[in-house]
């Protein structure tokens, strides 16, 4: 019979990126996707260790499916990801009917130790302290036909004090560029016509191969791509960031004028404790070459609020550069003391009712930006690649979906031509919200691709994977 599964995904981008490969993975061994709705005979939990709640998440979700497992002869669970990577055996320990933990340096381990668990009828804990194989070279189910991600480093050699990444992730290791322009000469021949180039601090990829200014080369490489409409990358590190990125952004084509740069606090004291290697100065300077160099850029951020130690004047420098940066989006966190990171021992932790204050302050005040930002394109015509499912909220209006070449999301009135997912459209914009835009003008263009046919090919629109907080950065 052939054994069916299901990946379950929470937290950053490069877990969506290991989970396509832990599908790939599975997919190659022999295993189906799961029906949705169905109970699948292998569960893996794809797990993120940088939430305070992400352990009582992943043991509350193992508890539920324990009466499953107990009703369902031959179903096997599998836990891997960062938090797989810290607690190892405690996992099973706490949970003794999981029978696999994998860790982020073997994720290629998988089968193998499932099909080892079932022969032994013992749990397996295999966990590396060290990369085995570079993720990208194995096998994947990729979720999108027109979007994908492509890993240039995996782990990170900064060591900003509220982040668990670097010890779960191991120091940063470089792809060479000729490995990844090949899989993006390969995925375009599949029919994608955007590639995001990941890694946890993607301006210093290039210093394990020696090379200070590999990232800027490799972003004027993907130019050379025929096919290749759109290349976005994350996240960037403002320390790293050089003239250099900003040129090749500027003089490519194919990379878009989006820019999702992690600021984390606008105090310097704070961005001191935080041990973040700029300071506020520096970002805004960075931030103004890449708005001289191209004026339409979108530019995004992450910011934490109470960081152990932030005064209200410390909040008042965030808020004054949130102000002076006028970003189009942020995303915006309560700091939350991670165990194992120096910051979860830091004295003068602030108390839960200012944290959560503070947020909404400045979850207003972005609101009150991002909404400025995008009324001033109002009547602007723009691209849009068409989305799967993105925001299409209310059947009413029957919307679709699509993202803007600066990364917005942009709702548009439905077409009295077939558009799919994948197909290019161009659009006016009419109305602005604090996050999207709407177009309910006619489309100006409609352009099919071979994205498009490739979505409309699929009979199975990709049941079993559930994202538990897409787009949630890693701290980066
Ligand atoms: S926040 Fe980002 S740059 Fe800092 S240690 Fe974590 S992954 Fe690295």
């Known amino acids: 019979m052939t054994r069916t599964y299901e990946v379950r995904t929470y937290g950053c981008q490069m877990n969506v990126h290991d989970s396509e490969r832990l599908s790939g993975l599975l997919e190659s061994a022999g295993y189906l996707r799961a029906a949705r709705g169905s109970t699948a005979d292998v569960v893996v939990f794809n ?25 369902t002869p031959g179903m096997q669970i599998a836990v891997g990801g960062c938090l797989a990577q810290k607690d190892r055996g405690e996992i099973t320990r706490r949970a003794p009917w999981v029978d696999v933990v994998f860790g982020t340096n073997n994720i290629g381990s998988l089968p193998v130790l499932l099909e080892r668990a079932r022969h032994n009828g013992e749990a397996q804990v295999e966990i590396m302290e060290s990369l085995q194989v570079f993720p990208s070279t194995l096998p994947t189910r990729r979720e999108s036909p027109y979007a994908a991600w492509v890993s240039i480093s995996v782990g990170c050699n900064n060591t900003c004090t509220f982040c668990i990444v670097p010890s779960l992730r191991g120091t940063e290791r470089d792809r060479r560029p000729g490995d990844v322009l090949a899989e993006i000469r390969a995925l375009v021949a599949d029919g994608v016509l955007e590639v995001t180039l990941l890694g946890q601090n993607v301006n210093s990829y290039g210093v394990e191969l020696g090379d200070r ?3 800027g080369k490799l972003l004027r490489s993907c130019g050379s791509v025929d096919g290749l409409e759109r290349v976005r990358f994350t996240s960037p590190h403002p320390k790293d ?10 003089e490519t084509a194919n990379v878009m004028p989006s820019l999702h740069m992690p600021l984390q606090s606008g105090s310097d004291r704070v961005l001191k404790a935080m041990r973040r290697s700029y300071r506020r100065d520096r970002y805004l300077g960075i931030i103004d070459r890449v708005r001289a160099a191209m004026p339409d850029a979108a530019i995004t951020t992450d910011v934490i609020v109470g960081f152990p130690g932030e005064t209200e004047a410390d909040f008042a420098d965030t808020l004054e550069v949130v102000r002076a940066a006028r970003f189009a989006g942020a995303f915006t966190f309560q700091y939350s003391p991670r165990p194992g990171t ?7 932790q602030v108390p839960k009712p200012v ?6 302050r400045l979850a207003a005040l972005q609101d009150e930006m991002s ?16 989305a799967t499912g993105e925001g299409r909220k209310d059947a009413a209006t029957a919307r679709r979906s699509g993202r803007a070449r600066d990364n917005r999301l942009v709702h548009f009135a439905p077409a009295s031509v077939e558009v799919r997912p994948g197909d290019v459209v161009s659009v006016v914009i009419t109305h602005a919200a604090p996050h999207h835009l709407v177009a309910d003008g006619p489309l100006l263009d409609v352009r099919r691709t071979r994205a498009g046919d490739v979505w409309a090919a699929r009979t199975d629109p990709s049941p079993g994977v559930m994202l538990g907080m897409p787009n949630v950065g890693a701290p980066a």
């Open 355 to 360: 944290v959560q204050q503070r947020y909404l």
């Open 371 to 386: 909404l400025a930002e995008n009324e001033a394109i109002v009547g602007r015509p723009v691209e849009l690649l068409v």
């Open 241 to 250: 960031f050089t003239d250099d990125v900003i040129d090749a952004m500027a």
């Open 213 to 215: 200014f590999a990232f």
């Open 47 to 71: 797990t993120c260790a940088v939430r305070e709640n992400a352990d009582n998440r992943l043991y509350g979700n193992l508890g539920q499916l324990a009466p499953v497992k107990a009703a």
């Open 342 to 348: 120096p910051a979860a021992d830091l004295p003068d």
